[in-house]
């Protein structure tokens, strides 16, 4: 289970970076320059945390799970949000990537909670 929660984790993050990259590079923002500044340092501290975590996971290092269930609330929440925006702009495929995320993050979190509470035990 902590390899899949290590690996989802490294692909989840990369995927972010990957995304947010291209944004900038091709994409056009309607948001103010400071709101989307502070939400893409938001998602890229949120990337940080999933690909380092996933990266710890694999290799047995202390504060692994701690640190993933941190990345993987902020995936959570991030999705969560990011389906009432793209919902409310009509964009069902993006509505539904997001809802993807949100339940493939939330199942992780709960991965590892799991694993935490194996651990202590």
Known sequence: ?????????????????????????????????????????????????????????????????ETNMAGMSMATYSSLSAIGYYGQQGQKPMVLVFTIIFLLSSITLIADFKVLTQKEK
């Open 1 to 65: 289970m902590k390899k899949r929660i290590a690996y989802f984790s490294i692909f989840l993050g990369l995927t972010i970076i990957g995304m947010w990259l291209n944004l900038l590079l091709y994409g056009t923002f309607v948001e103010s320059r400071i709101g989307i500044g502070f939400h893409i340092l938001a998602e890229f501290i949120m990337a940080v945390f999933c690909v380092l975590s996933g990266i710890m996971i694999i290799q047995n290092k202390p504060f692994a799970i």
